[in-house]
T-cell receptor, first 112, second 114 residues
Framework: GEDVEQSLFLSVREGDSSVINCTYTDSSSTYLYWYKQEPGAGLQLLTYIFSNMDMKQDQRLTVLLNKKDKHLSLRIADTQTGDSAIYFCAESISGAGNMLTFGGGTRLMVKP | EPEVTQTPSHQVTQMGQEVILRCVPISNHLYFYWYRQILGQKVEFLVSFYNNEISEKSEIFDDQFSVERPDGSNFTLKIRSTKLEDSAMYFC????????????FGPGTRLTVT
């Protein structure tokens, strides 16, 4: 079955770039997503990438997809303290009822 | 900006009781979903719903669970006889179209079964 894995924790200094990594196992993934969860809040969709793309940029966010290695990353430029949260990657597979399969989340801590 | 809302934010119930978790999806969305997150574990898919019927469900979504869209705005998840292991955060989501489009999540309902 599908499996999505992420490292548990990342700590960076304010102003630095953050890179959050994710690996997935299902090669038939159609879309890959990044969600952000702040304490006590729901899952906020940050960005997504279609599997035939290598890169997507949206303001401070850059998503890189290496389909051969089944590796997805999210780069946050000029990381701010407000970026401190848990970041989840997720995949969906066309024809699978649109279900998302989530990674365990990476807790990003931004130090001033 | 439109958002998915969920009520209640926290529900405490005794084992064996029925609970109904409520969601109001974004108004022009056609697909609706329930996910859950047991404390310390991954967010897990439960069910997707389109055109007044279930389009996909996971192994977790057994006969104790049901979903309904009782009117034009609400989407509910019912657990018939709650178990201790049903304690989790339950998230509702909706999307405008099917696979590949953004799923927007509500803030969640924390269900505690005692």
């Amino acid at each position: 079955g599908e499996d999505v894995e992420q490292s548990l924790f990342l700590s960076v200094r304010e102003g630095d770039s953050s890179v959050i990594n994710c690996t997935y196992t299902d090669s038939s993934s159609t879309y890959l997503y990044w969600y952000k969860q702040e304490p006590g809040a729901g899952l906020q969709l940050l960005t997504y990438i279609f599997s035939n793309m290598d890169m997507k940029q949206d303001q401070r966010l850059t998503v890189l997809l290496n389909k051969k290695d089944k590796h997805l990353s999210l780069r946050i430029a000029d990381t701010q303290t407000g970026d401190s949260a848990i970041y989840f990657c997720a995949e969906s597979i066309s024809g699978a009822g649109n279900m998302l399969t989530f990674g365990g989340g990476t807790r990003l801590m931004v130090k001033p | 900006e439109p958002e998915v809302t969920q009520t209640p934010s926290h529900q405490v119930t005794q084992m064996g009781q029925e609970v109904i978790l409520r969601c109001v999806p974004i108004s022009n969305h056609l697909y609706f979903y329930w996910y859950r997150q047991i404390l310390g574990q991954k967010v897990e898919f439960l069910v997707s719903f389109y055109n007044n019927e279930i389009s996909e469900k996971s192994e977790i979504f057994d006969d104790q669970f049901s979903v309904e869209r009782p009117d034009g705005s609400n989407f509910t998840l019912k657990i018939r006889s709650t178990k201790l292991e049903d304690s989790a955060m339950y998230f509702c989501a909706s999307s405008e179209v099917g696979a590949g489009y953004e799923q927007y999540f509500g803030p969640g309902t924390r269900l505690t079964v005692t």
